[in-house]
């Protein structure tokens, strides 16, 4: 179940989902496939440890009333886990990189994606403060596919027209293949949700359902007042305030964090 980061606060989808298609490389797929799945999926779901979002910040908001029992590392992976493990949920997207073999020897089609949200609000909830880290880093933007949750029916399309026009979304996978999607999902309220795969199999139509290792994945709009931000290629946090938020550069000592 959903932590809240204050006491009753649900997390939610809103707005625009996107996805993108990246290169096949530092991918972990699973060797035990599920015999009843016509394909097998792995999970990567801390974007710091994939180079397609080298030029993106990470946020995450962290619960009103956090209490900590160690301090935040400088890493940025080991950050995200870090928050993630004290409750805290992705601040404005939620960056997911799905790794997906076909398993079926009949082969199969990947015709769409979508989220299944479990509890949404249309208005973010208050947290606490947020910590960031990440920033440009020179890594290429890949094509991106996006899905509006706002349609009646959403579903996946490319963001970036090819020929004057947006392709369809759709992938064939024979067994053994692999398939590489970058999913950002973004809200401006709060968001707690899983992934929906739409699958053509030997001509039958079947979804297979994606969490976050076991749990929902968790978003939410909500704008810190002030946290601390481990800029690239630094090697200490600082504090920030505003929104947009501003940070300065005097370093702070995780041992004079305010967490609430």
């Known amino acids: 179940m959903l932590q809240s980061l204050s006491r009753g606060w649900w997390f939610v989808v809103a707005g625009t989902v996107t996805a993108v298609i990246g290169g096949v490389v530092g991918f972990f797929v699973p060797k035990a496939l599920d015999p009843q799945r016509p394909i097998a999926v792995n999970v990567v779901s801390n974007p710091a440890t994939v180079a397609a979002w080298g ?4 946020s995450v908001v962290l619960p009103a009333d956090a ?14 886990d ?11 997207a939620t960056r997911v990189r799905l790794v997906v073999q076909g398993a079926s020897d009949k082969g199969v ?47 996946a399309e490319y963001a970036t027209k090819v020929d004057g026009r947006l392709p369809l979304f759709g992938f ?6 692999t398939e590489v ?33 076991g749990q929902s994945f968790r978003t939410t709009g909500f704008v810190s007042p002030r946290g601390y931000r481990v800029m690239a290629g630094a090697d200490h946090w600082v504090g920030c305030a ?19």
């Not at 505003?242 to 609430?260: E, L, M, N, Q």
Request: proline share 10%.
């Open 242 to 260: 505003g929104t947009p938020p501003t940070c300065g550069g005097k370093p702070v000592s995780p041992a004079d964090f305010r967490y609430s």
């Open 55 to 58: 030029n993106d910040t990470f």
């Open 172 to 177: 064939t996978l024979q067994k053994g293949e």
């Open 82 to 92: 870090w928050a993630h493990g004290n409750g805290g949920v992705d601040q404005e």
């Open 181 to 213: 999607f970058e999913l950002t999902a973004t809200t401006k309220g709060t968001v707690e949700w899983v992934i929906v795969l739409d699958l053509v199999v030997d001509g039958k139509a079947q979804s297979v359902e994606v969490t976050n290792h």
């Open 109 to 155: 089609l990947i015709d769409g994606m979508r989220a299944r949200p479990i509890r949404r609000t249309a208005t973010p909830d208050p947290g606490g403060i947020s910590l960031a880290c990440g920033g440009p880093q020179g890594v290429a933007t890949p094509r991106r596919i996006a899905m509006d949750l706002d349609r009646a029916e959403p579903s």
């Open 67 to 80: 209490r900590p029992a160690t301090p935040p590392p400088l890493t940025c992976g080991s950050i995200l």
